[in-house]
Every structure is written in C-alpha cells, then in structure tokens.
C-alpha cells in the first residue's frame, strides 16, 4: 500500500530551467512533509520541508508547493544546475509520530 | 557528512545467513530509525527506537530485529536471508523523534547470493 507516489520515474531539464517533481499521498492525516535528494552510493539528504499549515516554503532555488484538497505536492528547482541531477524523494508523516512515508523517487537529470 | 554512520558500506552473504547491520546516529540524536531501499522501490520504514526503546514498526519481517544500545547505536539483525532481502538499508537519527527532518547514514548494501 503506497501511500506516497511519485508517478514520474524520470525527468530531464535543461539547464537554466525550471524543474517540476511531483508527489500525491493518499492519507489525509499526512501534516508534513519533506523532500530529500540522493547521489548514487550516499545516503539521502534532506532538502526542504512544509507543514500542512502552510501552502508554500521557499528556500533558495528551490519552493515547495502544498495542495491538501488534491493531496499533491510539487517541488520546484529555479534555475536548474548540473548539479542537481539525483534522485528526488518526497516523504510524508503524521503527526502522530515521525514515521515517513517515502515515494519512490524521481531521477532528476539536469542537461547542460 | 550527515554524521550518521553505518557499517560495513558493503556486506555479501548467502541464503539462510545472518548478518548484523550497524548504526551510530548523530551526536546527541536519541532516535534511530530503520530503511530498506529495494530495487525501484522507495524507502519502506521498517522500525524506529527512541532512547533505547522501540517506538514505531513498520513493514519489518519477523526474520528481521533490531535493538538500541544505552550508547544510543542500534543494530539490525537479518536472519534466515533470502535473495529478495537484497537491498540498501539505511539508517537515519533525529534528535526526539517528533516531526523533524531525518538524517541518514550512507547506507549499507546487502547482497543475498
């Protein structure tokens, strides 16, 4: 049962443009939320979080959106660098405690 | 570097082994959590200690256990291993335990042949 989805595999952007990733969950007490990126043999990384109190988090170039009537997330790089090319997970929890939920992930390649 | 640590980087076993998989969270972080990264699969949680006692379990096999130490490092034990059981575990720590970000370790990499 996947509460978290990442439907999209695979993206690529060329570089200087915005990069769109996107996340449904299914659980409606779901209250934060996170996004975290991961190079190949490193262990994921923490990004950028939203609390279901806000619609929208900002930090640099990349923003979070929330949408809770559609249960969808999106996080957006601008502009996107080389660099970012990785594999991006949303993640999801409750706040009944701090276990996350993860999708399956969306691999990122940002073309120069 | 996160500061989470995990041992070996890399294990290779056979079926119906046992291995033990280690973890060292952050200074200071109290609650330690379980992963496994199967093929295209996402993160699945398996189990989360705070302070040395269980807190939440998720899809862990009975094959499967883990324990956090008084020093605060947990440990994984894997039993009975299947092919299927090959994957990235990983290990990550917060501070309570509450709605914070994770931290995770680089991970160790199991492979059941």
């Known amino acids: 049962d996947q509460q978290v989805k990442q439907n999209s595999p695979s993206l690529s952007v060329q570089e200087g443009r915005i990069s769109i990733l996107n996340c449904d969950y299914t659980?409606?007490?779901?209250?934060?939320f996170l996004w975290y990126k991961k190079y190949p043999a490193e262990g994921p990384t923490f990004l950028i979080s939203?609390?279901?109190?806000?619609d929208k988090n900002e930090d640099g170039r990349f923003t979070v959106f929330l949408n809770k009537s559609a249960k969808h997330l999106s996080l957006h790089i601008v502009p996107s660098q080389p660099g970012d090319s990785a594999v991006y997970f949303c993640?999801?929890?409750?706040?009944?405690?701090?276990?996350?939920?993860f999708g399956t992930g969306t691999s990122l390649t940002v073309i120069p | 570097d996160s500061g989470v640590t995990q041992t070996p980087k890399h294990l290779i076993t056979a079926t119906g082994q046992r291995v033990t998989l280690r973890c060292s969270p952050r200074?200071?972080?109290?609650?330690v959590y379980w992963y496994q990264q199967s093929l295209d699969q996402g993160l699945q949680f398996l189990i989360q200690?705070?302070?040395?006692?269980?807190?939440a379990k998720g899809n862990i096999l009975e094959r499967f256990s883990a324990q956090q130490f008084p020093d605060l490092h947990s440990e994984l034990n894997l039993s009975s291993l299947e092919l299927g059981d090959s994957a990235l575990y990983f290990c990550?720590?917060?501070?309570?335990?509450?709605?914070?970000?994770?931290?995770f370790g680089s991970g160790t990499q199991l492979s059941v042949l």
């Open positions: 200690y705070y302070n040395g006692e269980e807190r």
């Open positions: 659980n409606s007490m779901f209250d934060y």
């Open positions: 939203i609390s279901s109190i806000k």
């Open positions: 993640a999801a929890s409750a706040n009944t405690g701090n276990q996350f939920y």
């Open positions: 990550a720590s917060t501070r309570t335990g509450r709605s914070e970000k994770l931290f």
């Open positions: 200074s200071g972080d109290l609650s």
